[in-house]
């Protein structure tokens, strides 16, 4: 098999699609003015705020800033669960 | 003629992407359709629009003269010879862009404008002082970029920079395409480039080889009629005419591609 490779061409794995995902990550984060130490802090700030509107927080939350045209959207996912004394 | 006099910028942030091959070519392109067109080289310190005009030898004044009244803005000026309709306002080579501020080249900019309908100014690599110098004059800029990502990434950059500065009319050049690394997901494509940035696509200029014979001569690579990125640089100065030109088919370019579709498998 070794010696058969030698003739056909290596096939290697295209490198635009993966040029083109870090891209944007890259842009969302320069046009959103936003690195990963402002989005822990933004993390801990929404934490609090579920907590204020009455909500535990019970899973990984997400901050994800996504670009669309020339606008930043923040996509935030919070897992939470209503608080029981509220519920009371 | 009627047209309404118009400056633009041709500016990138990253350096060495094609500005300046950009200005030379498309400024003769529009000289070749019979407007008159002045080409400012505010790259002061590393002046090269001259030599890519084949212009060097004739420069008496430059730009920083006429800002400090050491000569007028019309003995400054170098006519080409064969398109005298093509006028180049050299940058100093000799001094620095700190000694030149935003005001002077829009004032300078504007007398152009009243003697030429189109001023195309060469920006320095950067988004410091030359940076500044090249849009504060502009009505439009032209973003040349290449299928990279540093190049995009710094021209997302521009973009916002342009946009503070008011500069609403920003058309994109994607210079560098190679369709065959395209073809094969190597390269980013054109669609991509401007799917990111989100500016209007104003040409799409392919990697040319002939573009180095052009800065041996100093003949613009758009004067050189075998060239693919000639051909792409004279469709950009018809599209700023207003003309509508449909982008060129690259692919038809190569050398594969016209083999195979010899034998009909392409
Ligand atoms: N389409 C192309 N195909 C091949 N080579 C090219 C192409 N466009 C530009 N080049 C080459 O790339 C180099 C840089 O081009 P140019 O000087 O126009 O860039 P620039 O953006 O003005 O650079 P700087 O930022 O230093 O002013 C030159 O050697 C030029 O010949
Ligand atoms: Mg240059």
């Not at chain 1, 635009?16 to 842009?27: E, Q």
């Not at chain 2, 210079?175 to 190597?186: E, F, I, L, S």
């Not at chain 2, 003949?219 to 004279?234: H, R």
Request: glycine share 6%; charged share 25%.
């Amino acid at each position: 098999m070794a010696f058969l490779d030698m003739f056909g061409k290596q096939k290697e794995i295209p490198t635009a699609t993966r040029a083109d995902d870090r891209l944007s990550l890259v842009l969302s984060y320069q046009r959103a003015n936003i690195d990963e130490e402002k989005l822990k802090l933004f993390q801990g700030r929404l934490i609090e705020l579920c907590d204020e509107f009455g909500y535990d927080v019970v899973g990984q939350v997400e901050v994800v800033p996504q670009s669309h045209e020339r606008t930043t959207i923040i996509n935030a996912s919070i897992p939470v669960r209503v608080k029981k004394d509220t519920l009371l | 003629m009627t047209h309404k006099s118009i400056a633009i910028t041709v500016t990138s942030g990253k350096g060495g992407v094609g500005k300046s091959t950009t200005v030379a070519s498309v400024g003769l392109g529009l000289a070749q359709l019979g407007y008159s067109v002045c080409l400012v080289d505010t790259d002061i310190g590393l002046r090269k629009l001259d030599l890519m005009l084949g212009l060097e030898n004739r420069i008496v004044y430059d730009l920083v003269d006429v800002i400090e009244g050491v000569s007028k803005l019309r003995q400054s000026l170098v006519r080409h010879k064969e398109y005298p309709k093509l006028a180049l306002l050299p940058a100093a080579q000799t001094r620095y862009k700190e000694e030149v501020a935003p005001e002077q080249i829009k004032q300078l900019v504007d007398d152009l404008k009243r003697e030429f309908e189109f001023v195309l100014l060469d920006s320095p690599a950067g988004i410091e002082g030359g940076f500044r110098n090249a849009i504060a004059a502009a009505d439009r800029a032209i973003l040349v970029v290449n299928p990279e990502i540093p190049s995009v990434r710094d021209s997302d950059r521009v973009i916002g920079l342009l946009e503070s500065a008011n500069l609403k009319q920003i058309d994109l050049v994607v210079n560098r395409v190679q369709p065959g690394m395209v073809r094969d997901g190597d390269m980013l494509s054109v669609e991509r480039v401007q799917n990111h940035l989100a500016i209007n696509l104003l040409g799409i200029v392919p990697e040319d080889k002939r573009i180095i014979r052009s800065s041996n001569t100093g003949e613009p690579v758009i004067l050189d009629n075998k060239s693919m990125a000639g051909k792409a640089f004279s469709n950009i100065a018809r599209r700023l005419t207003g003309e509508e030109v449909p982008f060129l088919e690259l692919e038809a370019a190569t050398l594969i591609t016209r083999i195979k579709r010899l034998f009909h498998i392409a």
